[in-house]
């Protein structure tokens, strides 16, 4: 696990990182989304020690990265996939780590094969594309075994099949129980590989709660179906129409788009109207549109509210709670 307590980084005037407490938990994708320059890569960057926290804490099943003895074999890491020197090759740029930590050498080969480099891995690492950069940094992560993996944009430059390829470790490594905790701009990819979301803005926790209810959150209960009879679908028509806070669009295709009703809700008063439905479903957000939105509301809130900490430092905070902090 991943603890984060009040954690905070000044850069001069800059807050980079403002007040953020989470627990990042094992057993789980845990994804961590933001606008650029948010503060993602320099949370990360104080977990893994690279930057002194201004204020607070962050801890690696307890411990600050710097008491950790064998630091590779508690936390692996992927922040920068190109910062290796060029002329080595990736095979002798692991080697370096694992004698570094005490992890035998033939765990080097063995990474290698997992991430499919082992063809390239007497090759320069500076001939390496951006796809296999990445592939090295996730062997470099994997090297030490660890129980907690901590990946900055790790799908950068891979081909659909890394891309694919990627979904399947992380969610294969939280499967075994470990801490998985990756950042990432491509929200699609974020919604088929994260169990859970960490979502900052401008350095403050804006959300901490799993996928399913982010994504909840966001939309309003809204459900879809094919009604075939056009005689049925206007008597159902009638019906929704004359409740309250629900709105009907149809098209031409005998499709109902029921905004304030769920799949089920839509399902029982068809059942009970008699009408006979297809293709009966709920309508959710994407997690690029209910990102999307919550961001934006929280650039309002930074720039239009006062500076009172209303929001950050709350685990389990959710995107309903933001929004009711929202001017
Ligand atoms: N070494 C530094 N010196 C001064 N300011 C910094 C430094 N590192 C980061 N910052 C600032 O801190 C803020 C957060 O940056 P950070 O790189 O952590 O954001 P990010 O969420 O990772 O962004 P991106 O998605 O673009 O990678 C930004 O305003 C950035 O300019």
């Not at 007497?122 to 993996?149: E, F, H, I, K, N």
Request: net charge neutral.
């Amino acid at each position: 696990m991943i603890t984060l307590r009040g954690l905070t980084k000044r850069y001069g005037e800059t807050v980079a990182v403002d007040g953020l407490t989470c627990d990042i938990k094992a057993g789980r994708v845990t994804g961590f989304l933001g606008p650029n320059g948010a503060g993602k890569s320099t949370t990360m960057r104080m977990i893994l020690g690279l930057d002194h926290p201004t204020r607070g804490r962050a801890l690696i099943a307890g411990l600050p990265y710097a008491s950790l003895r064998r630091p590779l074999c508690a936390v692996g890491a992927m922040l920068d996939a190109r910062a290796v020197h060029p002329a080595r090759s990736g095979r002798t740029h692991l080697f370096a780590q694992a004698r570094a930590n005490g992890i035998p050498v033939r765990r080097v080969d063995e990474v290698l094969e997992v991430v499919g480099l082992a063809k390239a891995a007497r090759r320069p690492a500076g001939t390496y594309s951006l796809g296999m950069s990445g592939r090295l940094g996730v062997a470099g992560a994997l090297l030490g075994d660890p129980p907690v993996l901590v990946l900055d944009e790790p799908v950068n430059g891979l081909d659909p099949d890394g891309v694919r390829w990627i979904r399947r470790l992380v969610r294969d490594q939280a499967a075994e129980g470990r801490t998985v905790f990756l950042s990432s701009h491509l929200m699609s990819e974020m919604q088929l590989t994260a169990d859970h979301l960490v979502v900052i803005g401008r350095g403050r926790l804006l959300s901490d709660t799993s996928m399913a209810e982010f994504l909840a959150a966001a939309s309003p209960a809204s459900a879809r179906a094919v009604v075939p009879d056009p005689g049925e679908r206007a008597t159902l028509v009638r019906r929704l129409m004359a409740a309250d806070g629900v709105s009907v669009g149809t098209a031409e295709s005998g499709e109902l788009t029921v905004e304030g009703r769920t799949a089920a809700e839509l399902g029982d008063l068809a059942h009970h109207c008699r009408v006979r439905l297809h293709q009966l479903g709920d309508v959710r957000v994407s997690l690029e549109e209910a990102y999307m939105d919550l961001t934006a509301r929280s650039v309002e809130y930074a720039t239009g509210g006062s500076d009172s900490d209303s929001t950050t430092g709350t685990p389990g905070a959710t995107v309903a709670q933001h929004q009711g902090e929202t001017p």
